[in-house]
């Protein structure tokens, strides 16, 4: 089937004479002058192959053929007009799948109440989380499995740029009956020879750097290393073991009763980064909620410091 050869422009003039049954008054609707209408409607009855119009010095009436061909010519301009807007939503960053990467506290914690208030102000846009170790934060990323992720901050990868979105300080977490819960703050010294449980070996190299270049009074070294936080926390609810890490996984920690503790000498602190394409183009929408994540975060940081003040 050949491509139709009339155009939007004499759709809608066409439209805009049938409505009103006058050229001068369709004219000035269009804000052409009365003759450039007639043109395009003489162009448009030239191309569709039939006469649209009756037309006498005293009136302009549709002819039965217009009649008939008015229904489709109002579809079309219906049509491209949405697709018009659906182009200036997704310009504009209203629109779109959005696929964030994260893991578990971020992903079940952080993003949902951030995706829920930028959903609210853009209705269009659909935000899918994809759960991923710290370990494959700049690689989903970088390999196009997911448009940006939010994480821990780790080494650059040359084709991931990373954007600071908060800080959170290390912290230890307890059973409120454990030793440590008894102190108000600890040291990196006092977890010397305390049983500890690190979450994933990024957290467990953590805790090596920063025990680089001290003295053996104050070597941590952990009994075991899981993969989960999640995990690392029952263990510390049941007593089994203490577990390092930064505060903004309170909102896991507290529901299982856990205790939080500063730790300081020095107090250390997490960064977490918005991971984002550096070789490719994001879309808008996905520009949009990186920016609107950037400017969000400081209530979250707030609440972690809050909570963290013990």
Not at 66 to 80: C, D, K, Q, Y
Not at 258 to 267: A, C, G, Q
Request: with cysteine; charged share 20%; aromatic share 6%.
């Amino acid at each position: 089937m050949s491509i139709p050869r009339f155009t939007a422009k004499q759709l809608d003039a066409f439209v805009a004479v049938a409505d009103l049954l006058s050229f001068a008054s369709a004219s000035a609707r269009l804000s052409l002058t009365s003759s450039a209408v007639s043109q395009l409607i003489g162009e448009l009855e030239e191309a569709v192959g039939i006469r649209l119009f009756d037309r006498s010095t005293r009136r302009v009436s549709l002819s039965a053929a217009g009649r008939e061909f008015l229904p489709s010519a109002e579809t079309v301009l219906r049509h491209l007009r949405l697709a018009e807007s659906a182009a200036s939503d997704i310009r504009n960053g209203v629109t779109g799948l959005i696929r964030v990467a994260a893991p578990l506290v971020l992903a079940g914690y952080f993003l949902p109440p951030a995706i829920k208030a930028f959903t609210e102000r853009h209705p269009g846009v659909v935000v899918r989380i994809r759960d991923v170790s710290v370990e494959q934060l700049e690689e989903v990323v970088a390999m196009a499995d997911a448009d940006m992720a939010i994480g821990p901050d780790r080494s650059a990868n040359s084709d991931v740029t990373r954007h600071a979105v908060f800080s959170s300080p290390w912290v230890v977490w307890c059973a409120p009956e454990h030793p440590l819960a008894a102190k108000r703050t600890i040291t990196w010294r006092d977890l010397r020879n305390q049983a500890l449980v690190a979450a994933s070996t990024d957290h467990e190299r953590t805790v090596s750097r920063l025990r680089q270049g001290a003295s053996e009074d104050y070597s941590i070294t952990p009994i075991d290393v899981v993969q989960n936080i999640s995990t690392a926390l029952g263990l510390a609810a049941s007593n089994l073991a203490a577990t390092v890490s930064p505060a903004y996984v309170s909102p896991l920690a507290t529901s299982m009763g856990l205790v939080m503790r500063r730790i300081l000498k020095p107090e250390t602190m997490r960064q977490v980064s918005l991971y984002l394409p550096l070789r490719r183009t994001v879309s808008a929408s996905t520009s949009s909620f990186a920016e609107f994540l950037l400017k969000w975060k400081p209530g979250y940081a707030q609440r972690v410091t809050i909570r963290s003040g013990m």
